[in-house]
């Protein structure tokens, strides 16, 4: 199995099957195609090794289909934190994995239905520093 190697923006290494990396991910499969082979490393500048790992997590899953309820394991996968997800989400866009930005955009969708304009504030602790004349 060959790896890549992907320095995440906390400076942590991690090794990755390079051929799974490139079938999910537009942004490695590009890289990957300029570069020759052998010992690769790929930087991501705006990816955590903690998002990266979530990331790996649903491609492999993804990938091999070993779930049997893939559906359920995916509304699993994505129940975290708003920030977690906030970030989740920005680490699939960067990454092109359309499968990853679908899920997550549909999660943070549902985190929003129903809420006024404050509770979205607080649930994603966006500050608001606005005056009352400016809404």
């Not at 491609?59 to 934190?81: G, Q």
């Not at 006024?116 to 005056?131: A, V």
Request: charged share 25%; glycine share 4%.
């Amino acid at each position: 199995m060959a790896m890549i190697t992907v320095e995440c923006s906390d400076g942590i290494f991690i090794d990755v099957d390079r051929e799974m990396a490139s079938s999910m991910s537009g942004v490695i499969r590009k890289q990957l195609a300029s570069k020759p082979q052998g010992n690769i490393t790929i930087t991501l500048d705006n990816i955590t090794s903690n998002t990266l790992m979530r990331v790996l997590d649903f491609c492999s899953v993804h990938s091999s289909r070993s779930v049997p309820n893939l559906k359920l394991w995916d509304e699993k996968f994505v129940r975290l934190e708003p920030g977690e997800l906030c970030e989740l989400a920005s680490a699939a866009y960067h990454l092109e994995i359309k499968p990853l930005v679908d899920l997550t955009c549909k999660a943070i969708a549902k985190l929003l239905k129903g809420k006024s304009p404050s509770e979205i504030r607080r649930t994603f602790n966006i500050l608001y520093d606005f005056t009352p004349g400016d809404d």
